[in-house]
């Protein structure tokens, strides 16, 4: 079992809805972040917090929307997305500072757009 | 540029059969290096991990990598795989310096099927 926690585990959604992705771990680290991760592919970076302030955008579309509320909680809210969004999404942790790259990652939220 | 490359995309092996999956990385400086495994239908999870000392570095589950500076190379290792070890592998590498804005890069992963 993974420490971080995220729901749903499964998301269908049209291109119009609004809809978003919740992570959350106890374990007090200081770093979040989103992945994003197609079938047999290694994960992509999507967005990193460390102290709860966005530190890293990898260009992301801005129809995705990250959000970390606190130390504990990351979300990304999605609207408007493509079909070629759908995806594994991940939420990693870390301890910074100095970040050894050492992540801790939730199940994932597997996505479709329809 | 950096980067992390995986030589082998799928290995097929079977039980009792020893492993090998290369990783090559190409950084400009120093770096803390892991491989990352992922079980069917479950989290990605941390398999081992090297930052500094003994380049001989051992894991969960048997596996051990080992760290050649002069090759920037550091290759997985199992003497004797099972069935259960069939999975997804991922080797990354960060840069020890830079903080939050050094990110972590994957290669682009091995997929290791164990015949019973």
């Known amino acids: 079992d993974t420490e971080v926690t995220q729901t749903p585990k499964h998301l269908v959604m049209g291109m119009t809805n609004k809809k978003s992705l919740k992570c959350e771990q106890h374990?007090?680290?200081?770093?979040m972040y989103w992945y994003k991760q197609k079938a047999k592919k290694p994960p992509e970076l999507m967005f990193v917090?460390?102290?709860?302030?966005?530190?890293i955008n990898e260009s992301v579309p801005s129809r995705f929307s990250p959000e970390c509320p606190n130390s504990s909680l990351l979300n990304l809210h999605l609207h408007a997305l493509q079909p070629e969004d759908s995806a594994l999404y991940l939420c990693?942790?870390?301890?910074?500072?100095?970040?050894?790259?050492?992540?801790?990652f939730g199940e994932g939220s597997r996505l479709t757009v329809l | 540029a950096q980067s992390v490359s995986q030589h082998n995309h799928h290995v097929i092996l079977s039980e009792a059969a020893s492993l090998e999956l290369g990783c090559n990385y190409s950084?400009?400086?120093?770096?803390?290096l892991f491989w990352y495994v992922q079980y069917p239908g479950q989290h990605l999870q941390l398999l081992l991990k090297?930052?500094?000392?003994?380049?001989l570095v051992k894991g969960i589950k048997g596996f051990e990598a080992e760290f050649i500076k002069s090759k920037f190379s550091f290759n997985l290792r199992k003497p004797s795989v099972q069935w259960s070890d069939t999975a997804e592998y991922f080797c990354?590498?960060?840069?020890?310096?830079?903080?939050?804005?050094?990110?972590?890069?994957f290669g682009t992963g091995t997929l290791l099927a164990v015949q019973p």
């Open positions: 917090y460390s102290y709860e302030k966005l530190s």
């Open positions: 374990m007090g680290h200081r770093a």
């Open positions: 090297y930052f500094s000392g003994d380049p």
């Open positions: 950084y400009g400086g120093t770096v803390n």
């Open positions: 990354a590498a960060k840069g020890v310096y830079g903080g939050a804005t050094n990110k972590l890069i």
């Open positions: 990693a942790s870390s301890h910074p500072p100095g970040n050894t790259g050492e992540l801790f």
